[in-house]
């Protein structure tokens, strides 16, 4: 099973509630960078990695998704998962997110459970905010901590560049680091649109707007210069994708894309992707 990437194609961060967490709001986007995950019948639990350095103990999320799963469906926890990673860690890409969903819908199958969306996403909601989203994929609207998914027809139109440090940064910094109230706010009306429209899909958001991007900005203001790079190259709008430190441009055309990440060097990585529709079955 693939494990696709996410970029927020606009975020706000409305208040810090009392638990903790920050309320927001965000248009999820998934795109064509996936990694993969592979499922085998085992007598006891395992999970190996290959393709980065991440350890596959009881921290993982994809190890997390498996004990969780087991446990909410009182099911011995078995089975060999192998993970290539492809997608970067700490990048603002959801990852890690991603490989917890399809965990869970990877041994929801292999252990004979058969659950539907509805059912496991009581599991995902409580493996990270962007866990449930996966679970959906291709265009989406989410709100609370982010777990809260409507999901919508189609997908913006366009290509994306990605352009990632050879850094991650911590999505728990970035919230930390930033001055938000601990009391609600004016309901943002970034996400006010008519959903069935197909000049919105086909426009560039004139909202896209990342709150925490600022944040960001001031402890890594190279990203800024690589936003610019984006901008100068012929990107209709470039944004930090969630808490970073993954930049992104949305081009018209795919030619402009592929010469912008050319220009791009050592130890910068840029990757030319596009925006993903999916179909609701499940």
Request: with cysteine; aromatic share 10%.
């Amino acid at each position: 099973m693939f494990a696709p990437a996410k970029i927020n194609l606009g975020l706000r961060v409305l208040f810090r509630r009392p638990d903790g967490f920050h309320e927001i709001e965000t248009l999820f986007q998934e795109i064509s960078w996936t990694d993969r995950l592979e499922f085998y019948p085992a007598e006891s639990w395992s999970l190996e990695v290959r393709g980065i350095d991440l350890d596959a103990g009881p921290e993982n999320l994809v190890t997390r998704a498996a004990h969780e799963l087991s446990r909410e469906a009182g099911v011995p926890c078995r089975g060999q998962v192998v993970l290539q990673k492809e997608i970067p860690l700490g990048a603002g890409l959801g990852g890690g997110s991603s490989n917890a969903a399809v965990a869970l819908v990877g041994l929801s199958r292999l252990w004979g459970l058969k659950w539907n969306r509805e059912r496991l996403r009581t599991v995902a909601q409580r493996l990270g905010s962007d866990c449930v989203f996966f679970l959906y994929g291709g265009l989406a609207r989410g709100s609370g901590r982010g777990e809260i998914i409507e999901p919508l027809e189609g997908r913006f139109e366009g290509e994306v560049v990605l352009v990632m440090p050879d850094y991650g940064i911590s999505t728990a910094w970035a919230y930390n680091a930033g001055e938000f109230p601990l009391t609600q706010v004016e309901e943002s009306v970034i996400f006010r649109f008519c959903r069935n429209d197909r000049a919105f899909l086909q426009g560039i958001p004139d909202y896209i707007h990342n709150d925490l991007e600022n944040i960001v900005l001031c402890r890594y203001p190279e990203l800024g210069d690589i936003k610019d790079c984006l901008l100068r190259a012929g990107a209709e709008t470039a944004l930090i994708s969630g808490s970073g430190s993954t930049v992104f441009g949305i081009f018209r055309e795919r030619s402009r894309a592929m010469q912008a990440a050319q220009r791009f060097e050592k130890p910068l990585r840029a990757r030319v992707c596009r925006m993903v529709a999916r179909s609701r079955e499940f």
